[in-house]
């Protein structure tokens, strides 16, 4: 069973930046897609970004284009987010996703359990 966990989460003043990562201790996720999720209260989950099982590939929520980057390190079995000029509407726990298909619907198979971020005003 793969088990997903994020870190880097935290409050940070309205544009600050915060590194998000995602790894699966005792697995290997290079033959995966990892996405990034976030789920504000009273809101449904949205994705954020992809990145294709290589790193070659990714894509971009609207909202957090231009300000936003995921990258991976397959030898280090890593996955980041790294987010700049953060805003309040930022706010929301970010989850990473691992499944077999690039995409930012929420149908990915294994899931963390998640990380606050709480953007200030």
């Known amino acids: 069973q793969l088990q997903l966990v994020e870190s880097g989460g935290g409050l940070v003043q309205h544009g600050g930046s915060l590194r998000l990562t ?3 201790p005792g697995f290997t996720l290079e033959p995966y897609v990892i996405g990034w999720f976030r789920q504000a209260p ?3 989950r ?3 970004s992809a ?3 290589l790193g070659s590939s990714t894509m971009y929520a609207d909202s957090v284009k231009g300000r936003f980057t995921i990258s991976r390190d ?3 079995n890593t996955v980041y987010l790294q987010m700049n000029s953060l805003k309040p509407e930022d706010t929301a726990v ?3 996703a691992a499944g077999l298909y690039y995409r ?3 149908e990915y198979d294994y899931w963390g359990q998640g990380t ?3 953007v200030s005003t």
């Open 22 to 24: 995602c790894t699966a």
């Open 42 to 44: 009273g809101k449904e």
């Open 46 to 48: 949205e994705g954020v």
């Open 51 to 53: 990145i294709s099982s």
């Open 74 to 76: 397959n030898a280090k």
């Open 94 to 96: 970010y989850y990473c």
């Open 104 to 106: 930012l619907k929420d």
């Open 116 to 118: 606050q971020v709480t």
